[in-house]
């Protein structure tokens, strides 16, 4: 290390300004600039964190699908969350991707965040270990990981420019704490976010520098999130390194000017450098021996595919049983009368109900998108799960309200050819084709823009199936039409009404018409949209058949589970309830789909209630079920695992990462819309999630740490011992903390307590051992109760096992604000071992001096 070190100091002393503030700015949208003279190449990003896209948005790029970051939380098992790192860093090397934009470590500060399922919990340390392991699995193969989204991103009203306020305390203890856990991890990569705290933009926020660099000791890069970076002084001056993308934006020219005249020093030019040069390092960009990274994929043909060796590796057996294994490990079991397991030797007819069924959400939308390698829906993998002999019959019942999807090749035929998918040409001004070429879908991100390209147009041939008014509509920003045959829908100019990258280049807004269509009556399909500048690069072509008759499709769902021996209904979010860029209004299931649990509740007993959602939605009907499971965004071997736990191959290992109220109203913090306009306040302060639920009158429907297995147990004793912690070292003045000092630091401040539990059922199983602190009568404010530690037990029946939970000192801690220190209250805590935050079993004490 101390010669990389040195060999970075040289290289350093080699470079110009100009040469060093050229590096600071991406090369373009995903590559860092190279710099030959010095051997180092340009290293390439990747959005994370459920699954690896590389540079191109082409639905031929496809990518395995990982279970989303609350399934992972869900999990509570950092062992399997650094498998999963290793297997994003497998998938990233495939794609020559040096950086995986993950993991997402803000925190679930309300129910109704549309980003929640990117994030692991409403717990700081429960997410930062778990994002602690992703970082370990990614950076044990050699790529980065980038923590994010620095701090307090936990919402996604106006958030490229809200305000929040939150006390210095709240930071420390709450929103700081899941990277500070990283931190110590290693992570090469800290991305600050778009939003404010307490009137400073994240990019300039003093905040990168203490405790970030300072205090933590993080030696690696500080880079922007995509578009954050407004200005050139003041970001420079307050240790961000990287501003991304390029080659475009404010620091360049502009920045060598800054520096030259004195408003930014060049030792923190210097710095950044060092900084990049040390990751670039990390990751193998720095030597002679770099290779090139992979260019652009060129167009392909309509059977192949543009990155061959990553759709190989995605397709290796191993990943498959992993993906597989992790969503079963997350899947949580939140109510059973005996339903669960189902014997698949009993069942002659299963009634599987529901559009999710067939149609699941494997992932949740925004900039963590990919296109999937392969989907196991749910009703695929009952009916491999389930004997030959026995009948599956689905319904899909009521419509969701959903948008019009993309076309593909379920209805759409290229014109020129005839293959499922669409034409793709790029136009001149004149009208002459530029390029064309065959694509699967009509979601197009990243068109070829050759010399001259005027005009994007997307044609489908399409059947329709069934008679009626069918609605279509074209997405994205500028001069846009949509004609059906010759019949114009949407025609007109559309200017940028955001400035959210999602919003322009990921989901842009669509413009909708409709056209009563006769049924096996082919029809052309023609979207245009110009290609002018500050409209974006997306252009989405969809359609929608006409709207479902909802009282006969409850009807024929009614009818099947009356008629089966057991149903299972499959309920979940839509693109338009839950997806990066917005908040959610409500907790409510979109369309009938209530009406629809309870319509099958009335008739079968024995129905199974499956949720595929990526955080809380309401369940007013919960207590009726005979058993009720939460399967988050599995990732795209869900439907294996979601038979596996159905039909007891696997238990549902999940525990809530989140606690789930019954209803919005119930829910103690839930405000995310700025109030006034611009400012957020966190005026809950310590107080979030299971936290708030201690302090409410109301009680959760499910709370925190929640979970059921296909066996039962008993908590039998508990032992304390070693201890207390000492008074923590100073904020800011006692200069930086290696790696090394941390660990020294948490072996002696820590505490060990040891639970004893027996598996009183009749199955092998696996129990999570959660373990709380609290401080009756402190002096300083606290939550009523808060996680200190977890272990899982796992045991046959019958079996006794005793585990081990560490409690590090600064569970014990609290953050003088005064002082700006870490103090430590001395007297007793008391230690709450349980099931859940809710559910206590065991009690005793631990002494801090």
């Given amino acids: 290390m101390a010669e990389a070190e040195a060999e970075v100091g040289r290289l350093v002393e080699k470079l110009d300004l100009v040469q060093k503030v050229r590096l600071l700015t991406g090369a373009s949208t995903w590559r860092t600039a190279a710099e030959p003279a010095i051997g180092l190449g340009a290293m390439t990003f990747s959005d994370g964190p459920a699954g690896v896209r590389g540079e191109q948005w082409d639905e031929r790029l496809t990518s395995l699908v990982l279970p989303s970051p609350t399934a992972l939380g869900a999990a509570w098992h950092p062992p399997l969350a650094a498998e999963l790192g290793a297997l994003l860093a497998a998938q990233a090397r495939c794609r020559g991707v040096d950086a995986v934009l993950a993991p997402t470590l803000n925190l679930h500060r309300s129910p109704l965040g549309g980003r929640h399922f990117e994030c692991f919990s409403e717990d700081p340390l429960l997410a930062g270990a778990l994002g602690a392991a992703v970082v370990r699995g990614l950076q044990g193969a050699g790529v980065a990981a980038a923590a994010k989204h620095f701090v307090a991103?936990?919402?996604?009203?106006?958030r490229l420019t809200v305000d929040v306020r939150v006390s210095e305390r709240v930071l420390r203890e709450v929103y700081l704490a899941p990277f500070e856990a990283a931190v110590e991890a290693g992570v090469w990569l800290v991305m600050p976010a778009y939003n404010r705290v307490n009137g400073t933009t994240m990019s300039a926020?003093?905040?990168?520098a203490d405790p970030l660099k300072a205090e933590w000791g993080f030696d690696g890069v500080t880079v922007s999130d995509w578009g954050a970076v407004r200005s050139t002084v003041e970001p420079a001056a307050a240790a961000l390194d990287l501003a991304m993308p390029g080659p475009g934006g404010p620091w360049g020219e502009a920045l060598v000017d800054a520096v030259r005249d004195g408003r930014v020093p060049q030792a923190a030019v210097d710095d950044k450098v060092r900084r990049l040069l040390r990751l670039a390092h990390r990751v193998g960009a720095l030597g002679a021996g770099r290779p090139a990274p992979p260019g652009p994929s060129?167009?392909?043909g309509p059977n192949t595919q543009p990155d061959a060796t990553a759709a190989r590796a995605g397709r290796q057996p191993a990943a498959r049983a992993l993906?597989?294994?992790?969503?079963?490990?997350?899947?949580?079991?939140?109510?059973?009368?005996?339903?669960?397991?189902l014997d698949p030797a009993g069942i002659r007819t299963l009634a599987v109900i529901g559009r999710h069924a067939a149609s699941p959400r494997t992932q949740g939308g925004g900039s963590a998108e990919v296109f999937p390698d392969r989907v196991v829906t749910p009703l695929d993998g009952i009916r491999a799960a389930l004997p030959p002999a026995a009948r599956v019959l689905h319904e899909p019942g009521p419509g969701l309200g959903a948008a019009?999807?993309?076309?593909?090749?379920?209805?759409?035929?290229?014109?020129?050819?005839?293959e499922p998918g669409v034409r793709l040409?790029?136009?001149?001004?004149?009208g002459r084709v530029l390029h064309s070429e065959h694509r699967l879908c009509g979601r197009i991100l990243e068109p070829p823009v050759p010399p001259g390209a005027r005009t994007v147009e997307l044609s489908a041939r399409l059947t329709p199936r069934p008679s009626g008014e069918w609605t279509f509509a074209v997405a994205g920003f500028g001069r846009m039409s949509l004609t059906v045959d010759g019949v114009p829908l949407v025609d007109g100019t559309f200017p940028r009404e955001t400035d959210d990258p999602t919003g322009v280049h990921v989901r842009p807004p669509r413009r909708t018409g409709r056209l009563a269509l006769a049924a096996g009556r082919p029809v052309t399909v023609v979207a245009r949209r110009e290609l002018a500048e500050d409209t974006g690069r997306a252009t989405i072509l969809s359609a929608?058949?006409?709207?479902?008759?909802?009282?006969?499709?409850l009807a024929a769902a009614v009818a099947a589970a009356r008629a089966a021996d057991a149903a299972v209904v499959v309920v979940g979010t839509t693109e338009e309830s839950e997806s990066e860029g917005l908040d959610r209004d409500g907790l409510e299931l979109p369309g009938r789909q209530d009406e629809l649990v309870r319509a099958v509740l009335a008739v079968q007993p024995r129905t199974v209630v499956c949720v595929n959602s990526g955080g809380p939605v309401a369940l007013p009907w919960h207590t009726a079920a005979a058993a009720l499971l939460l399967t988050w965004f599995p990732g795209g071997e869900g439907g294996h695992a979601l038979a596996d736990v159905l039909f007891g191959r696997t238990e549902p290992g999940g525990r809530l990462p989140t606690t789930w109220g019954a209803a919005l109203a119930d829910v103690p913090v839930h405000t995310t819309r700025p109030s006034p306009p611009g400012v957020l306040a966190y005026a809950e302060g310590l107080h979030i999630g299971y936290r708030a639920w201690l302090r409410s009158p109301a009680a959760p429907a499910y709370w925190f740490g929640h979970g059921l297995g296909y066996t039962t147990w008993a908590y039998e004793a508990l032992s304390t011992a070693g201890g207390a912690a000492a008074d923590g070292a100073a904020g800011t003045a006692e200069g930086v903390r290696t790696e090394a000092t941390r660990a020294e630091e948490a072996r002696a401040e820590e505490a060990v307590v040891r639970v004893r539990v027996r598996n009183t059922g009749p199955r092998p199983g696996r129990e999570v051992v959660q373990l709380y602190l609290a401080r009756p009568g402190s002096a300083v404010e606290r939550p009523v109760r808060w996680l200190a530690g977890f272990a899982e037990a796992i045991a046959a029946p019958g079996e006794t096992v005793t585990v081990r939970i560490p409690v590090a000192g600064r569970a014990l801690r609290h953050w003088s604000s005064d002082e700006r220190r870490w103090r430590v209250e001395p007297g007793v805590f008391t230690v709450l071992v349980g099931r859940s935050a809710g559910d206590i079993r065991l009690r005793g004490e631990l002494t801090a001096r």
């Fill in 153 to 158: 991103n936990d919402a996604e009203a106006e």
């Fill in 544 to 553: 929608a058949p006409p709207p479902v008759d909802d009282t006969a499709a």
């Fill in 404 to 418: 019009p999807a993309p076309l593909d090749g379920r209805l759409a035929r290229d014109p020129d050819t005839a």
């Fill in 298 to 300: 060129a167009p392909a």
């Fill in 205 to 208: 926020s003093p905040l990168l």
């Fill in 323 to 341: 993906l597989r294994r992790a969503a079963s490990a997350g899947t949580v079991l939140l109510r059973n009368t005996g339903a669960l397991p």
């Fill in 425 to 430: 040409r790029v136009l001149d001004a004149a």
